[in-house]
């Protein structure tokens, strides 16, 4: 079978998808953590000590109040399941069609 072109307009626009949907997760993140109340530099930081070393600081009884939580859950849901379908499509190709997909991938000799 011919392996599969590399610039397929529908791959570039899924590999833009993929790219798109981290920058979104990391801004909404971001945009949420500072539209909580008393947010600042250092209050992000403790974060580990408020949630596992039970330092007693206050959290937000549900963050799903938060606009942007719901947007980051969203997203973040979204993106978890374009790289399970991506890691999937590159064993499909790697093990179905045996075009050598994860061999262009991989640093060093790309073959014979």
Same mark, same amino acid.
């Given at each position: 079978?011919?392996?599969?072109?590399?610039?397929? %307009?529908?791959?570039?626009?899924?590999?833009? #998808?993929?790219?798109? #949907?981290?920058?979104?997760?990391?801004?909404?993140g971001f +945009?949420?953590?500072?539209?909580? %109340?008393?947010?600042?530099?250092?209050?992000?930081?403790?974060l580990p000590?408020?949630? +596992?070393?039970?330092?007693?600081? %206050?959290?937000?009884?549900?963050?799903?109040?938060? %606009?942007?939580?719901?947007?980051? +859950?969203?997203?973040?849901?979204?993106?978890?399941?374009?790289?399970?379908?991506?890691?999937?499509?590159?064993l499909y190709?790697?093990?179905?069609?045996?075009?050598?997909? #994860?061999?262009?991938?991989? +640093?060093?000799?790309?073959?014979?």
């Amino acid at each position: 079978m011919k392996p599969a072109s590399r610039y397929h %307009p529908l791959l570039v626009a899924l590999h833009w #998808l993929l790219a798109a #949907l981290i920058l979104a997760a990391l801004a909404v993140g971001f +945009f949420g953590l500072a539209a909580m %109340p008393n947010a600042d530099p250092q209050k992000i930081a403790g974060l580990p000590e408020i949630v +596992f070393a039970e330092s007693g600081a %206050p959290l937000p009884m549900s963050f799903a109040v938060y %606009p942007t939580f719901q947007a980051h +859950f969203w997203l973040a849901t979204l993106l978890l399941v374009v790289i399970v379908l991506h890691v999937g499509a590159a064993l499909y190709h790697q093990l179905v069609h045996m075009d050598g997909l #994860l061999a262009r991938m991989s +640093f060093g000799r790309r073959g014979p």
